[in-house]
């Protein structure tokens, strides 16, 4: 990209003759980057992976996509179930918004006969062999996690398993899509790599984290009797129960012989579970600062909400709780904090922030992971990532595992659907940390979009380039968190003949800070109405900027040859091309390389292509990949924003005029030539010059087709616009 020399130092016929300051600059960057996963362990560098046969079926290896997440054949022997459950009565610390769920209110379930309907059509779990079944009943049963009835559910819950650690763990997950379609969603913060990244570093700062992880959450969490009712399980023979040592009531067993266990704590794979689970946690934290139960706000907080760092609010960047922020994760907790080097604290002692924490849990009757408990430290692995010294970027040993199944399925040629989807799911989470990175994914969607996900299928050449390109790629995606916000605001636009971009130093850098820090949804308040989408409330940053044009300079201004692929493009693609430039302009300069910007678009349609990372269209998604490319290399960051037309004051420098300026309201008239021609406004009531007044058009062939309550209105239009 940058005219590097080759490994066998050959080069391009296009590279420059000397390597610039910017390029050597540019590839140490890369090379830094990859340094970390040099070392990483994985499966051989040349030649097939030794998990596979690659004479069977074109290479294609049955079950050889095992790893961490992946389906697993249920082994009683192997579930992770803790040895007593329960005990943590969930539903009594939340608030009444999420109680409505855990009491099965009518006013979060779906119409009964639409459930019945999506429901009967679901078969749930996977085949498992009887004694097995038996056994895992077995041990619920002995961890009070379930109960038995002689009552067989109306839709029964199947069960499998996904690997926890690959022939050693499993994690036991219940099939709740039948119960699923009885409920809505409930309301839900979330918390990603994308959300962390938009932390933001004082100068000369290090930031360090301290987490914990609650044990067995979900089955600590305790079912309400609404809930249990749904939770029915399949039945078991009871004589094979009492077989194991199970003893098994008389009055809990049917006609049949058979007794039916239903579950007494939240399941994995019941849809509001997640929204449960997380919302307890928050209720315990909080305390009275909260939005839980009574009894919740009877504790002191140990946590402030005001620091809550999420997908959906994120504290003032100039405020005291940005400084000391932290993320909640359903069972995760992540407090944040910012030293300065000479402060770096010694030991793994516990602190007093985390202390009080731990104190609360043992005071609810949560436990915790004592592995999963650590203190302040700059390094820090967290949801699957980890935090080196203020840089986010995705740990070692998760990339030794994707770069494994990639390398895997590539030399095969041959793979599932499923099997392609979660490897994207996979590469997805880690993309996030660098959301313009998504654009190297398109093909691998088609793929695994299909009626037969579990059936074999031959890897198109497509799919085989991106899943190569994305582990390729995966080094260079991290988030700087010390990477500075830059003064600049900077407007673009095109029309049908240039592009153009401006920038300004007149917006206060605080407002610059917290739109780069702005998640990319809001948490509204339960009480707040709905509002209909629109660009301006939810594209738009929340600052206004001046349409002074002394305060704006120009940074890019250009014309489309008149033959040019770009002058022919559609003018979404031609928007987007005008934020590449900008892209390409920041990285010229010193002050915006290295750097977190805000960009803005009159055009809605490439905003959000960019925001989203990527798009379907050709076109777009040239651009978004050209922005990919430059944003990765350079290590700038960039948020985009749409800005009305009206106040883009790139419009004029796109139009030709060489003054920043926003658009005129409707066509513009010249009365005389050369750049500083007088313009006038024009009113199209009155026609161009030499016209009279505009006639709507109609014909009698309209008739057939248009409906009365139209034809009228266009018959009075006529009436009044017709020459009397």
């Not at 379930?146 to 036991?172: N, S, Y």
């Not at 969603?185 to 570093?201: H, K, M, N, Y």
């Not at 016209?691 to 248009?706: I, K, M, T």
């Amino acid at each position: 990209m940058y005219g590097a020399p080759c490994t066998d130092g050959r080069k391009s016929e296009k590279a420059p003759g000397y390597i610039s300051a910017p390029q050597q600059e540019v590839m140490d960057y890369i090379q830094s980057c990859m340094h970390a996963y040099i070392e990483s362990e994985g499966p051989p560098g040349n030649g097939a992976d030794t998990t596979q046969d690659m004479n069977d079926e074109g290479g294609y290896d049955e079950g050889g996509s095992v790893g961490a997440g992946s389906p697993a054949p249920l082994k009683s022997q192997l579930i992770s179930l803790p040895t007593e459950g329960g005990g943590f009565k969930a539903c009594e610390f939340v608030g009444p918004e999420i109680a409505a769920f855990c009491n099965a209110d009518p006013d979060v379930m779906v119409e009964p006969w639409l459930a019945e309907l999506l429901a009967g059509g679901i078969k749930s779990g996977a085949r498992i062999d009887p004694k097995e079944y038996a056994e895992i009943i077995r041990r619920l049963l002995s961890a009070k996690m379930a109960e038995l009835t002689a009552e067989r559910a109306e839709h029964p819950l199947g069960m499998f398993a996904v690997w926890k650690e690959v022939d050693k763990i499993q994690r036991l997950i219940i099939d709740g899509r039948p119960v699923n379609e009885y409920f809505t969603s409930p309301p839900f913060e979330f918390t990603c790599g994308e959300d962390l990244s938009r932390l933001q570093v004082k100068l000369g700062h290090i930031l360090q984290a301290a987490k914990c992880d609650l044990s067995d959450f979900f089955h600590c969490c305790e079912a309400t009797d609404a809930l249990r009712k749904y939770f029915g399980l399949k039945g078991v023979p009871a004589a094979l129960l009492r077989g194991l040592g199970v003893e098994v009531p008389a009055e809990c067993v049917d006609r049949r012989g058979y007794t039916y266990p239903r579950l007494t704590t939240l399941p994995m794979g019941f849809g509001p579970s997640p929204g449960i689970a997380q919302a307890a946690h928050e209720a315990v934290l909080y305390g009275k600062e909260g939005t839980g139960s009574e009894h919740a706000r009877q504790l002191e907080p140990v946590v402030r909400p005001a620091a809550r760092w999420s997908g959906q609010r994120v504290p003032d960047v100039e405020s005291a709780e940005a400084s000391k922020p932290h993320a909640l994760v359903i069972d995760d907790l992540i407090m944040f904090r910012q030293v300065l080097p000479r402060y770096l604290a010694g030991g793994v002692s516990v602190g007093t922030a985390l202390a009080s924490v731990l104190t609360r849990y043992d005071q609810v009757g949560l436990r915790t992971k004592p592995s999963k408990v650590r203190d302040y430290d700059a390094v820090q692995d967290m949801l699957g990532h980890t935090l080196d010294h203020n840089v986010l970027r995705g740990s070692c040993s998760r990339y030794a595992a994707i770069r494994a199944e990639v390398l895997r399925v590539t030399r095969s040629g041959w793979a599932r659907p499923r099997e392609v989807e979660r490897l994207v799911g996979k590469l997805t989470h880690w993309l996030l940390l660098h959301r313009p990175a998504l654009a190297l994914l398109n093909a691998v969607y088609a793929f695994c979009h299909t009626d037969s996900p579990d059936r074999p299928r031959r890897l198109w050449p497509s799919v085989k380039q991106e899943l190569s390109d994305a582990v390729a790629v995966l080094p260079l995606v991290r988030s700087d968190l010390s990477r500075p916000v830059a003064e600049h605001l900077i407007p673009t636009d095109a029309c049908d003949t240039g592009a153009a971009v401006v920038y300004t130093n007149v917006v206060e850098h605080a407002a610059l800070r917290q739109e780069c820090a702005r998640p990319r949804r809001t948490m509204r308040p339960p009480d707040a109405p709905i509002e209909p989408w629109s660009a301006a409330t939810n594209l738009a940053a929340d600052f206004t900027a001046s349409v002074d044009s002394a305060d704006w300079h120009v940074a890019v201004r250009c014309s489309y040859p008149p033959e040019s692929r770009a002058r022919h493009a559609h003018i979404n693609e031609k928007e987007a091309g005008a934020l590449v430039l900008a892209i390409r302009w920041a990285a010229r300069s010193r002050r915006t390389r290295r750097c977190r910007l805000v960009v803005q678009s009159d055009s809605a349609a490439a905003v959000c292509a960019l925001r989203k990372g990527r798009s379907s269209r050709p076109g777009m998604r040239r651009q978004c990949q050209k922005i990919a490319a430059m944003t990765l290399a350079h290590g700038i960051t960039a948020e985009f924003r749409w800005v009305a037309t009206d106040r883009n004051m790139a419009d004029q420098p796109s139009r030709g005029f060489s003054a920043p300026g926003p658009c005129e309201l409707g066509p513009s008239l010249k009365t005389s030539k050369g750049r500083s021609a007088r313009v006038q406004r024009f009113d199209s009531t009155k026609g161009y010059p030499g016209e009279g007044p505009l006639r709507p058009f109609w014909s009698p062939l309209l008739d057939g087709n248009v409906k009365d309550s139209s034809r009228k209105r266009y018959e009075v239009c006529l009436l009044y616009t017709s020459p009397s």
